[in-house]
């Protein structure tokens, strides 16, 4: 979450626009409410195109065990 902007929510300063996934547990606690849940954008996931024929990097599949690990099917 970007650091600057959740801190400022944090402290009361006004609405952010933060990933839900990475403010879940702040919600919990009542540390942050949840507002304008109606206009607030679906992400849909994340799509990641490489070449399938050459081989990996070691980054580059790492990055890929990520989003799979953190996306559910």
């Known amino acids: ?6 801190a400022a929510a944090l402290d009361g300063h006004g609405l952010a626009l ?4 990475r403010t ?7 540390r942050l409410a949840r507002a304008l849940e109606d206009w607030s954008p ?5 799509h990641l195109y490489y070449p399938s024929r050459r081989q990996i ?4 599949q ?6 799979r690990w953190k996306v559910p099917r």
């Open 1 to 6: 979450m970007p650091r600057r902007l959740s």
């Open 18 to 21: 933060l990933p839900e996934d």
């Open 24 to 30: 879940d547990a702040l919600v919990a606690q009542g």
């Open 42 to 46: 679906v992400f849909a996931g994340s």
């Open 57 to 60: 990097s070691p980054a580059l």
């Open 62 to 67: 790492l990055a890929i065990d990520h989003l």
